[in-house]
């Protein structure tokens, strides 16, 4: 669990990627953000991560079949529970903690890594809180921006909770109840979290630091997928948008 970025790892063989890539039937107009799952999958394969946990809003023909090809390819799928970041509910109003949490576990979300006994420490968790180097084991992804994400996430949890409550009318239930359901302001783009550096191919959300250093972390980390995007030939991703409804995962 105290895997860091292997940013020198090489991608899979030509073979294994050529396997992977046509079982998911990558095509020129695939949704970049399928582009992006396809790769944090394949970033297992190359052990570039421990884990990669995929779902939330994905819809579930795509996953089943992002699930089945990771098992043709040799890697254990398995559910998971989703988890709380350390410090990401830091003075935001219980009612909105409950119904974000309440809305988190009604979503599918699966687990896939080479790591059995990896995946069945996750399925066994209850809602887990997991602390920065904790998550940053799991998903491969530098310590120091996982805890800057949960800082931002927090700030933006209670924006949320702010303009929530006021849709409410000032009723923690009925705004609970908004919340619960994905209500969302009008125009909302992620606030604290839409500040963040995102990798184009990764989807990281950098820290100051690692956006501002070439030679960071974080950047050794986005070269390492473009450096596995080019291997099996993905076409250019667009920049990242902001992801805000889910796990880093």
């Not at 994400?149 to 000032?170: E, I, K, S």
């Not at 974080?218 to 080019?230: C, K, N, Q, T, V």
């Amino acid at each position: 669990m105290n895997a860091s970025p292997a940013a020198d790892a090489g991608p899979p063989t030509g073979a294994l990627a050529g396997l992977i890539a046509s079982s998911f039937a990558l095509s020129h107009d695939a949704d970049d953000d399928a582009r992006r799952e396809i790769l944090d999958i394949l970033a297992v394969a190359a052990a570039l991560k421990p884990v990669a946990a995929i779902g939330f809003d994905t819809d579930a023909e795509r996953l089943d079949r992002y699930t089945g090809a990771a098992e043709r390819c040799g890697l254990v799928v398995a559910p998971c529970r989703p988890w709380v970041s350390l410090g990401e509910f830091d003075r935001v109003p219980r009612w909105f903690v409950e119904a974000v949490l309440a809305a988190r576990t009604r979503k599918r979300l699966v687990a896939i890594s080479a790591c059995p006994e990896l995946l069945a420490r996750l399925a066994n968790c209850r809602t887990a809180t997991l602390d920065a180097a904790e998550e940053a084991g799991l998903l491969g992804y530098p310590p120091c921006c996982v805890a800057d994400h949960a800082v931002r996430r927090a700030a933006m949890q209670r924006d949320l909770a702010a303009a929530t409550l006021a849709a409410g009318q000032g009723d923690p239930q009925r705004a609970g109840r908004l919340a619960a359901a994905g209500w969302l302001p009008h125009g909302f783009s992620g606030g604290a979290l839409a500040e963040a550096r995102c990798g184009r191919l990764s989807g990281l959300l950098m820290c100051r630091e690692c956006a501002a250093d070439p030679l960071s972390p974080a950047m050794r980390l986005e070269a390492s997928y473009a450096m596995l995007a080019d291997r099996i030939g993905f076409d250019a991703v667009r920049p990242a948008a902001t992801p805000f409804d889910g796990p880093r995962p």
